[in-house]
């Protein structure tokens, strides 16, 4: 028996089945949330826990971020390990991997070099003279002979 034919559906997405958002509080918020909790009375700090969907724990955690800290203290901090590198930090280190980079270059340019006159022993050649700018200036005053003094 043959399949029966069936229509295309769509699968439309459920907002009850998107991810939920963490909650972020601002530091106004949390100090109100606080001056409340504060002037709460016996049993009825569970309402306002409820009420604003928070656990004690967060409230307590707020309560010595506020001691030891102030309104300041209450402030969103980035998630994360802080920054400790100011621009300086920054130049310093940018140099050190340029200067490491030319040490590794200047590595290979004398490596290179050493196989270079290797190369030329084995093969018997005369390696091309270079001058010295100290040199120069000494070979050019022995050219004209030595000075008379009169």
Same mark, same amino acid.
């Given at each position: 028996m043959p399949k029966p034919i069936? /229509? /295309?559906?769509? %699968?439309? $997405?459920? $907002?009850?089945?998107d991810k939920r958002q963490r909650r972020k509080f601002s530091a106004a918020q949390?100090?109100?949330? =606080?001056?409340?909790?504060?002037?709460? !009375?016996? @049993?009825q700090l569970g309402s306002l826990l409820q009420r604003e969907g928070i656990?004690?724990? &967060?409230?307590?955690?707020?309560?010595?971020? &506020? !001691? &030891?800290? @102030?309104?300041? @203290?209450l402030a969103n901090?980035? $998630? @994360? $390990?802080? %920054?400790?590198v100011d621009e300086?930090?920054? %130049?310093?280190?940018? #140099?050190?991997r340029k200067?490491?980079? =030319? *040490? /590794? *270059? #200047?590595?290979?340019? /004398?490596? =290179?070099?050493? #196989?270079?006159?290797?190369?030329? *022993?084995i093969m018997g050649i005369a390696l091309p003279q270079t001058e010295d700018p100290d040199a120069s200036v000494s070979s050019s005053s022995s050219r004209n002979g030595p000075r008379k003094s009169r």
């Open positions: 069936t /229509k /295309k559906t769509e %699968v439309i $997405p459920s $907002p009850d089945n949390k100090a109100r949330i =606080l001056a409340e909790a504060a002037a709460c !009375e016996r @049993g656990y004690s724990s &967060q409230l307590a955690s707020w309560r010595t971020q &506020q !001691e &030891q800290r @102030g309104l300041e @203290g901090d980035r $998630p @994360g $390990p802080k %920054v400790t300086k930090d920054r %130049v310093i280190e940018k #140099l050190e200067n490491e980079r =030319l *040490e /590794k *270059e #200047l590595r290979i340019a /004398k490596a =290179l070099i050493d #196989l270079q006159k290797k190369a030329h *022993e």
